[in-house]
């Protein structure tokens, strides 16, 4: 302390500079518009480096928190968006005209499950009886088939898809109009296997395979694929004809269920004729 | 310190601040007058007694600034300058301190010490003061170049100025 005291009387004349020079700019500062603007910015400048220091690591003390908060954010958009909710809106384009009356109607559905690896593979649609489908109607991917409907919920339906073991499908040869069964054999699922084509029709790699008509399902000749390879098993009188699908069952995102308006009236007719 | 010295810096102390603010502060440059300013009242502090203490030098320094201030309406300005001249003070004086040391009946004027040590000693302070004045004025590290050219060319009007002033008046104490 006295060290101290002795330390400043010695030094008297400096430090006394110091404090009037220290008075001086406080004058300077306070009471001209010059240094008062100088003195402000070169302090905002400092404090301003200061504070970002001192803002960023708040920022970082603040990160759990914002994190929770940035999760419940998320999760309420996430309960907001379009995704989470049904869509019941449905587009039929009708056309009216008296010459031709409507016998098929599609309706749109978005594909939300989908196998194509196991012996049997299904398709769940995001539509169901709510909006019109029937079970045992046809189902058609962008170009191609895709499968029949098996069973129906409120707002679901479950495809059985064309590879499927159970599957068979009537189809027939563009050029010769032959018609057989189309199956699938459980390998591949680009090919199925035609079956059913008498021995004498004439079958060329390449000929174009249509849907016959013959069922309620599908409307006749609607695309389905092209012929990969034929043969004849021994002792057979049918061909054994790989199909090349048109469609890639594998990557669909959304098909067309086929109603079949006149559909009833068919099937009472058929059912008279095998009850009599 | 005897009464005539007191008298005579208290009257030194009013013709300096008169002659400032009336004349020089008057004295116009046009557009180069930020870069010229005459100044004569620095001499107040120069010939203050060779003995007193720098403590009240400064104090007297400060004062004196602070009187010019209120006429230039720069408050803070003048009296800062004044109290770092006060302060370099006898730093000049030890500088050009004679063989044998500094008489006590001695006062820093021309007749006292000899115009060579006077006019050594007016310079430096002289120096001293439009330098520490410029950077006090700019207050910005940014333009201290700047401020160091006003500086040089202030010196080079004020400093012939104080000489006049010396050799005309020719004071004693």
């Known amino acids: ?276 | 310190m005897n009464s005539s010295v007191l008298i005579a810096n208290i009257i030194r102390f009013f013709a300096l601040v008169l002659i400032q603010v009336l004349i020089l502060k008057n004295v116009d440059f046009g557009t180069y007058a930020p870069y010229f300013k005459v100044f004569l009242y620095p001499l107040f502090i120069f010939m203050l007694p060779l003995k007193l203490p720098t403590w009240a030098s400064m104090l007297v320094a400060l004062v004196f600034g602070l009187t010019i201030d209120m006429f230039y309406d720069s408050a803070g300005l003048h009296a800062g300058t004044c109290v770092a001249v006060a302060f370099a003070r006898p730093m000049a004086m030890k500088l050009f301190e004679p063989r044998g040391g500094y008489d006590i009946n001695q006062n820093p004027n021309k007749n006292d010490l000899g115009p060579v040590w006077f006019i050594q000693y007016a310079a430096v302070l002289m120096l001293v003061f439009v330098v520490t004045y410029f950077i006090f004025e700019t207050f910005l590290f940014e333009k201290l170049g700047l401020a160091f050219i006003k500086a040089v060319l202030s010196y080079i009007v004020s400093f012939p100025v104080v000489l006049l002033f010396v050799y005309i008046f020719n004071p004693k104490y």
């Open chain 1, 1 to 276: 302390m006295r060290n101290l005291i002795e330390f400043l009387l010695r030094y008297n004349a400096f430090f006394l500079f110091i404090a009037l020079e220290a008075f001086a700019v406080y004058l300077m500062v306070n009471y001209n518009d010059h240094h008062n603007k100088v003195a402000l910015h070169s302090s905002s400048v400092v404090s301003g480096a200061l504070m970002k220091r001192f803002d960023s690591l708040q920022d970082y003390m603040r990160l759990k928190t914002v994190n929770d908060s940035l999760a419940n954010q998320y999760n309420r958009f996430l309960n907001q968006d379009t995704s989470a909710y049904y869509q019941h809106r449905t587009e039929i384009h009708e056309s009216n005209d008296s010459l031709y009356e409507r016998n098929y109607s599609y309706l749109s559905a978005k594909v939300i499950n989908n196998s194509t690896d196991r012996p049997n593979n299904y398709i769940t649609l995001q539509r169901g009886s709510k909006h019109g489908i029937e079970s045992n109607s046809g189902v058609l991917s962008g170009d191609g088939l895709a499968g029949i409907v098996l069973k129906t919920s409120k707002n679901y339906a479950v495809v059985m898809s064309l590879l499927h073991r159970d599957m068979r499908v009537s189809a027939k040869i563009k050029r010769s109009q032959h018609f057989g069964s189309l199956v699938w054999r459980g390998n591949n699922p680009r090919i199925m296997t035609l079956e059913a084509i008498p021995k004498h029709a004439k079958v060329v790699k390449g000929d174009t395979i249509l849907t016959s008509g013959y069922s309620t399902k599908f409307p006749a000749d609607l695309m389905i694929g092209i012929v990969k390879e034929t043969k004849i098993e021994p002792g057979s009188s049918f061909y054994t004809i790989d199909v090349e699908l048109n469609t890639d069952l594998t990557n669909i995102e959304y098909v067309n269920v086929v109603k079949n308006l006149m559909r009833n009236e068919l099937l009472e007719l058929e059912k008279s004729v095998k009850n009599e």
